[in-house]
């Protein structure tokens, strides 16, 4: 089946540790987004992709990498300078301006 | 102000009655209009998309685009309880970047 799949499903993070949230796509799509969800609030846009190799900032990258190596992939790095980063993390991939198709999300705590 | 604005809720309405949320959003420049709905917990998934100023139907769902106001709405007609969630609006500027609004919650009460 053609999907959207984000790992792991719950994530707790250590002080000062960077972590890592897997994002795969088998949809063929070009375009890949990455968002964050607090509670109550709506989907701030964290970094975004159009192209293999290429990535622009979203509103809220600070702290925050990214790379795009293989179209089918777009992993995304909690770094240590994110000083809150409890939070849901949605991955979605579409075709330029289409409609996006989303993965089951990534919780974020930290110990 | 926000890029993307939604109507403030929680919105409340009878079974069997329309539900009309709204959005706002202020880059001239879009070009694509989405609604997804995000039961709690879960992922959003896909409601409508506009591109055309007018009218869209699908079913029960109408979304209405005016670009020169920078307006776009969703209409829920014959609302179930089932359509209970949050609502969420998003923008697509030509560069792709994507912008979604905060979200209307809509409880549809038996």
Same mark, same amino acid.
């Given at each position: 089946?053609?999907?959207?799949?984000? #790992?792991?499903?719950?994530? =707790?993070?250590?002080?000062?540790?960077?972590?890592? *949230?897997?994002? /795969?796509?088998? *949809?063929?799509?070009?375009?890949?987004?990455?968002?964050?969800?607090?509670?109550?609030?709506?989907?701030?846009? +964290?970094?975004?992709?159009?192209?293999?190799?290429?990535?622009?900032?979203?509103? +809220?990258? /600070?702290?925050?990498?990214?790379?795009?190596?293989?179209? /089918? #992939? =777009?992993?995304?790095?909690?770094?240590? $300078?994110?000083?809150?980063?409890? $939070? =849901?993390?949605?991955?979605?991939?579409?075709?330029?301006?289409?409609?996006?198709?989303?993965?089951?999300?990534?919780?974020?705590?930290? *110990? | 102000?926000? %890029?993307?604005?939604?109507?403030?809720?929680?919105?409340?309405?009878? %079974?069997?009655?329309?539900?009309?949320?709204?959005?706002?959003?202020?880059?001239?420049?879009?070009?694509?209009?989405?609604?997804?709905?995000?039961?709690?917990?879960?992922?959003? %998934? &896909? !409601?409508? @998309? !506009?591109?055309?100023?007018?009218?869209?139907?699908?079913?029960? @769902?109408?979304?209405? &685009?005016?670009?020169?106001?920078?307006?776009?709405?969703?209409?829920?007609?014959?609302?179930?309880?089932?359509?209970?969630?949050?609502? &969420?609006?998003?923008?697509?500027?030509?560069?792709?970047?994507?912008?979604?609004?905060?979200?209307?919650? &809509?409880?549809?009460?038996?």
């Amino acid at each position: 089946d053609g999907g959207i799949t984000q #790992s792991p499903k719950y994530l =707790f993070r250590k002080e000062g540790q960077n972590v890592t *949230l897997s994002c /795969e796509q088998n *949809l063929n799509h070009d375009a890949m987004y990455w968002y964050r969800q607090d509670p109550g609030q709506g989907l701030r846009l +964290i970094y975004y992709s159009q192209i293999v190799n290429d990535f622009q900032k979203g509103d +809220i990258a /600070e702290g925050y990498s990214v790379s795009r190596e293989k179209k /089918e #992939s =777009f992993p995304l790095t909690v770094t240590s $300078a994110q000083k809150n980063p409890t $939070a =849901f993390y949605l991955c979605a991939s579409s075709l330029r301006n289409q409609p996006q198709h989303f993965g089951d999300g990534t919780r974020l705590s930290i *110990l | 102000q926000k %890029e993307v604005e939604q109507n403030s809720g929680p919105l409340s309405v009878p %079974e069997g009655a329309i539900a009309s949320l709204n959005c706002t959003y202020s880059d001239r420049g879009s070009q694509s209009f989405f609604w997804y709905r995000q039961y709690s917990g879960k992922s959003p %998934e &896909l !409601i409508m @998309f !506009i591109y055309s100023n007018g009218d869209k139907e699908d079913g029960r @769902f109408t979304a209405q &685009l005016n670009k020169a106001s920078q307006y776009v709405s969703l209409l829920i007609r014959d609302s179930q309880p089932s359509d209970s969630a949050t609502y &969420l609006c998003a923008v697509n500027t030509n560069a792709g970047k994507s912008t979604f609004g905060d979200g209307t919650t &809509l409880t549809v009460k038996p």
